[in-house]
């Protein structure tokens, strides 16, 4: 299929290029660099160093002999993205091109407004692009298992169907976001929702929970086709981050009780699941809903099994409670359903012994690189401006 993938240049966009383009998919990628330029801002980077897009596919391109178009620039600028949608003619566009850190979002008000313009604005450019150029292509969206929130019934794949005095329909599953990113996701989710009921669009969102890991068939075939791995107090994701402190020797970061539950998936599973939504496309005017993860955890579970790995490896792993700099439920009732990718034929990579160890090597292998400054929390939730980054000013 010819495939357009948004946000190719990172962490899962880059592997599902890759991915993709060696099952014999015409690959296109957009990338705009926005997340190369928050590490700047944030004095951040990927443990794992990376090459540059540009190096990346020409490497690609010499190793196995398959080519990945690079269109560098932004999707909110529609004079940019329209025509490289004409050109590309996308049967499938998979759009990861979002903000995607929580904790960004959170920073103060230009960080929050930067996240839903760039988010909201960016998406519905691409709508648009679909309903007028490419109307019959399948728009695979990444969204979030946290556009939910922790409410204390099951949660369901998108939608739920309720009996409310006497009479009853299948609605939105209702909505409980943690922070203003999360919240984009919410809002790109009525949007997409609302393009395939009036332009017939096909859409499927993919609720996605927390991924890990950094190994994957491509990138094994040259390391310079590594992905990026963040620990950053900001971009660093929960898993990726006590791995790191354990290899530090810093005692690992659980906020509160650690209570707090959430869907995980290994990144092979990321590919897997959005190559079966390609391949499975959604009908036209459908707007599909599929909650993408395969095990859940709570912060405290994931901290004792990096502690008992990390001990097997001789390390001197010790868990800290922190206050929580996060507002969220630190004990709650999670259950969440994930059968629609299982069933169209996803084979899970669940988290084990043996992965947390490959993860760690890899780990162990950059350890001269960890900025041990970059670990502990900065934002706040309560703060409207948090000082990690440069005071607004009226410039601004
Ligand atoms: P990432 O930040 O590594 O990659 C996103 C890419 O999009 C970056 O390379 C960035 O430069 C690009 N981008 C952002 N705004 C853009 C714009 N306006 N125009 C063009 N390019 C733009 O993030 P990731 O971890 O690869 O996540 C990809 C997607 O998956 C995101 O939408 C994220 O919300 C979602 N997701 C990620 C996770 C996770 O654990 N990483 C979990 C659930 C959902
Ligand atoms: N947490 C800790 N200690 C840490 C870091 C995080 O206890 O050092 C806790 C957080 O408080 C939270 C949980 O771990 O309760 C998950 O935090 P996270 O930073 O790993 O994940 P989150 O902020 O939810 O965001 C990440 C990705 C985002 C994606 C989301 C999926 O950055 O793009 O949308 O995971 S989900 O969580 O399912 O919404």
């Known amino acids: 299929m010819r495939v357009l993938i948004l946000g190719g240049d990172g962490y899962l966009g ?17 990338d705009n660099m926005a997340r190369r330029g928050y590490d700047n801002e944030l004095g951040a980077e990927s443990l794992v160093p990376i090459a540059s897009l540009q190096e990346r596919v020409a490497i690609w391109e010499a190793v196995t002999g398959y080519k990945i178009a690079a269109h560098i620039g932004d999707i909110c600028d529609y004079t940019f993205f329209e025509p490289v949608v004409q050109d590309v003619q996308p049967e499938a566009i998979i759009h990861y091109g979002e903000q995607r850190a929580a904790p960004y ?5 230009r960080h929050a407004v930067y996240t839903q313009t760039n988010n909201v604005a960016g998406t519905l450019n ?11 292509c399948h728009l695979i ?35 409980m976001p943690g922070s203003w990113y999360h919240a984009s996701k919410v809002h ?83 590919l897997a699941c959005v190559e079966l939504a390609m391949l499975n496309p ?3 005017g459908e707007f599909r809903v599929f909650n993408q993860f395969t095990e859940q955890f709570s912060v405290l579970e994931l901290a004792r099994a990096v502690e008992e790995t990390g001990r097997e490896l001789g390390l001197d792993v010790q868990i800290n409670h922190l206050p929580n700099p996060r507002v969220e439920k630190e004990a709650h009732y999670y259950n969440a359903v994930n059968t629609s990718l299982l069933s169209l034929g996803l084979k899970p990579h669940y ?3 043996t992965l947390l160890e490959s993860v760690i090597h890899v780990v162990q292998r950059y350890r001269h690189l960890i900025k041990p400054h970059l670990i502990m929390p900065q934002v706040n ?16």
Not at 105 to 109: E, L
Not at 152 to 158: F, L, Q, S, T, V
């Open 105 to 109: 979002s959170m920073i103060d008000r």
């Open 188 to 270: 790109d989710s009525v949007n997409i929702h609302f393009a395939c009921r009036i332009w017939g669009l096909r859409a499927t969102d993919l609720n996605q929970g927390v991924v890990y890991g950094v190994d994957t068939e491509e990138i094994r075939l040259d390391e310079r086709l590594r992905t990026r791995f963040d620990y950053d107090g900001v971009f660093g994701t929960v898993l990726n981050r006590f791995l790191v402190q354990a290899v530090a020797e810093v005692p690992l970061t659980v906020y509160g009780e650690g209570g707090q539950t959430r869907g995980f998936l290994d990144i092979r599973d990321t």
């Open 351 to 353: 988290l084990n012994d």
């Open 14 to 30: 880059w592997p599902t290029a890759m991915y993709l383009s060696a099952r014999g998919h015409e690959v296109a990628v957009v």
């Open 141 to 175: 969206k990444l969204g979030t298992m946290g556009e939910y929130g922790t409410p204390n019934i099951d949660i369901e794949e998108g939608y739920i169907t309720i009996t409310h005095k006497g009479r009853t329909d299948t609605l939105p599953y209702p909505k």
């Open 282 to 284: 959604a009908g036209p």
């Open 381 to 396: 939730w309560r703060e409207t401006g948090n000082p990690l980054v440069k005071k607004e000013t009226a410039a601004d």
């Open 126 to 136: 691409v709508l648009y692009a679909i309903a007028d150029h490419v109307p019959a």
